[in-house]
């Protein structure tokens, strides 16, 4: 009961971005079947890199690989004018190309990446996870989405194995 409530009063319905805090806060924001495809991802993609955890830009540059030849996408810069609404990152399915800010450093940019590459790689996973039974609305599962998308691009940037391993 809310302390806030008589009893007998109801709460309002959970607007979507609720919704999906809920959702991460309920699992605490542990998916494990993201993180270990995140984590073979990374091990892919730095495979032969020199020894140890590969820094921010060479992740960038392997990502950006990845990216071209698994998927036929180009990456380009795009200058950002942090005045409009423009977005970090852009991906056009037609031309497939993703536009990147060119504000963000290497880190920022590999975590961009890492979420075009969660869509491409792991959609229809994340579309299973945000079927209409799981969510309440059309808005809350686009939300979910990004939200999935954001933790395995988290997980590919910051594999929470070698984390443990180096802690």
């Known amino acids: 009961r809310d302390a806030d409530r008589a009893p007998g009063d109801f709460a309002p319905p959970l607007q979507p971005y609720e919704e999906v805090r809920e959702f991460f806060y309920a699992r605490h924001d542990?998916?494990?079947?993201?993180?270990?495809?995140a984590e073979q991802l990374y091990e892919t993609v730095t495979r032969g890199a020199p020894a140890g955890a590969a820094d921010a830009a060479t992740l960038l540059a392997r990502l950006?690989?990845?990216?071209?030849?698994?998927h036929g996408?180009?990456?380009r810069e795009t200058a950002a004018d942090r005045t409009s609404d423009q977005a970090?990152?852009?991906y056009d399915a037609a031309s497939?190309?993703?536009?990147l800010a060119t504000d963000m450093d290497p880190a920022q940019?590999?975590?961009q990446l890492g979420v075009q590459l969660a869509f491409l790689e792991t959609?229809?996973?994340?579309?299973a996870f945000t079927t209409p039974d799981a969510s309440t609305t059309s808005q809350a599962r686009s939300l979910a989405?990004?939200?999935f998308a954001n933790h395995f691009a988290g997980a590919l940037v910051l594999p929470n194995r070698r984390f443990q391993d180096a802690a």
Do not use: K, Y
């Open 88 to 90: 970090l990152r852009s």
């Open 30 to 37: 542990h998916m494990a079947t993201l993180d270990e495809r």
């Open 73 to 75: 996408v180009t990456v």
């Open 64 to 70: 950006r690989l990845r990216l071209q030849e698994q």
């Open 123 to 127: 959609g229809p996973l994340i579309d």
């Open 109 to 111: 940019q590999a975590f």
């Open 145 to 147: 989405r990004l939200g």
């Open 96 to 99: 497939r190309t993703i536009s």
